[in-house]
């Protein structure tokens, strides 16, 4: 079992810059995939970011390829969100997600465990 708990959002000035955190409990986060996904107002959750267990591979979304980087410390069990150049289409609740397989947290089906999200607001 996975608990997956985000922190780091916050209100923003369109240019400005935030780092959002997930903690993950449980011993064996160093063997999942972990990924980043977002769900603005009235849209549906769409993947941002993908991490595999190693740290060696990373997946972006073309919306923030340039702009967000996806990290991990297995150490301190936590992956990271650095968004760097916010503008207000990066508005919205930001979820983190383990999962075993790689295809599946790009693909945002059948992850094994979500966090409950926290919410990234971009002011013009």
């Known amino acids: 079992q996975v608990q997956l708990v985000e922190s780091g959002g916050g209100l923003v000035q369109a240019g400005g810059s935030l780092r959002l955190s997930c903690a993950a409990s449980g011993r064996t986060f160093s063997s999942y995939n972990m990924g980043w996904f977002r769900q603005a107002p009235g849209k549906e959750r769409e993947f941002v970011a993908a991490?595999?267990?190693?740290?060696?591979?990373?997946y972006y979304a073309d919306s923030v390829k340039g702009r967000f980087t996806i990290s991990r410390a297995n150490a301190k069990n936590t992956v990271y969100l650095q968004m760097n150049s916010l503008n207000p289409a990066d508005t919205a609740v930001y979820y983190c997600a383990a999962d075993r397989f790689m295809t599946r947290v790009v693909a945002g089906l059948g992850i094994d465990y979500w966090g409950k999200g926290t919410l990234v607001t971009v002011s013009s």
């Open positions: 991490i595999s267990w190693t740290g060696d591979n990373t």
